[in-house]
């Protein structure tokens, strides 16, 4: 990370995200567990993916930044380790972006879609922490 700029001597500051998975959510489970991280150029959403069991396979490839007022700002990166099944406690998924230490500051909803014309799945709310 360093030898590509996205690392230098401030680091990475992580925030760990309070309870983001709505109980109605179809696919996740409440305890998947999220981390917002911060360098001086990028910004991540690591989230460590619990079933909610009784779904198909389940990928995101599209993630969405929006604000309280519905304006879709920033589309992220998407990494997964392997697609969420029905029974999975521990799949990674991967959410990051270019960002300046002055962007994308404030409160977000994170909208996952597993392509354009699935229903989006929303979780919030997602801050990253300052440098």
Request: charged content about 20%.
């Amino acid at each position: 990370m360093y030898i590509a700029g996205a690392l230098d001597v401030r680091g990475l500051v992580t925030r760990p995200l309070g309870p983001i998975v709505a109980p109605a959510t179809p696919v996740l489970s409440t305890s998947t567990s999220a981390y917002a991280h911060r360098t001086s150029s990028r910004v991540a959403v690591v989230l460590q993916l619990a079933s909610a069991g009784g779904h198909s396979p389940w990928t995101p490839r599209e993630a969405t930044l929006i604000t309280a007022t519905g304006r879709h700002v920033r589309k992220l990166l998407v990494w997964q380790s392997r697609p969420l099944e029905s029974k999975d406690t521990d799949v990674m998924l991967v959410l990051e972006i270019e960002a300046t230490p002055k962007e994308l500051r404030g409160r977000y909803l994170l909208e996952l879609r597993e392509d354009t014309t699935s229903p989006p799945l929303h979780l919030g709310p997602v801050s990253f922490p300052e440098l």
